[in-house]
């Protein structure tokens, strides 16, 4: 819940509550007999009781409808999730497959020029000892 919707929440119980004690209150000051007053009060009382209904109402129905946005959004960040990590582990393995490559090569040349370099080192102790 944001501050804002805090804010709201507490502003609309603040009015109701203030509302139904103002009317109980100027209730209580009319010049009216006591059967008339009683039965003004629980008018007073139902249209409370209906107006805190319709304020649950509303709130339940705000409720649910963030509850179900936040599944939705939840979800597509699931999802996108889900296929970045896929293109990652995609060019991972590109990656990886090229530097394999690529030490294949190297330890070809490698193995070349150490038989090229024997080879060079034979001949010369060859020539050597001939001479």
């Given at each position: 819940?944001?501050?804002?919707?805090?804010?709201l929440?507490?502003?609309?119980?603040g009015?109701?509550a203030g509302?139904?004690?103002?009317?109980?209150?100027?209730?209580l000051?009319a010049?009216?007999?006591?059967?008339?007053?009683?039965?003004?009060?629980?008018?007073?009382?139902?249209?409370?009781?209906d107006?805190?209904?319709?304020?649950l109402?509303?709130a339940?129905?705000?409720?649910?409808?963030?509850?179900?946005e936040?599944?939705?959004?939840?979800?597509?960040?699931?999802?996108?999730?889900k296929?970045?990590?896929?293109?990652?582990?995609?060019?991972?393995?590109k990656?990886?497959?090229?530097?394999?490559?690529?030490t294949?090569?190297?330890?070809?040349?490698a193995?070349?020029?150490?038989?090229?370099?024997?080879?060079?080192?034979d001949?010369?102790?060859?020539?050597r000892?001939?001479?």
């Amino acid at each position: 819940m944001t501050k804002n919707e805090g804010m709201l929440k507490g502003l609309v119980i603040g009015l109701l509550a203030g509302g139904a004690i103002g009317a109980v209150v100027a209730l209580l000051y009319a010049p009216k007999s006591g059967r008339e007053l009683r039965a003004d009060l629980k008018e007073k009382a139902d249209e409370f009781r209906d107006d805190a209904e319709e304020y649950l109402t509303v709130a339940r129905t705000k409720a649910g409808d963030m509850v179900s946005e936040a599944k939705k959004r939840s979800e597509s960040l699931i999802t996108d999730a889900k296929r970045k990590a896929d293109t990652l582990l995609v060019d991972a393995e590109k990656v990886l497959t090229d530097a394999r490559s690529k030490t294949g090569s190297v330890a070809e040349e490698a193995s070349r020029v150490k038989h090229a370099m024997k080879a060079g080192m034979d001949a010369y102790k060859e020539e050597r000892r001939r001479s």
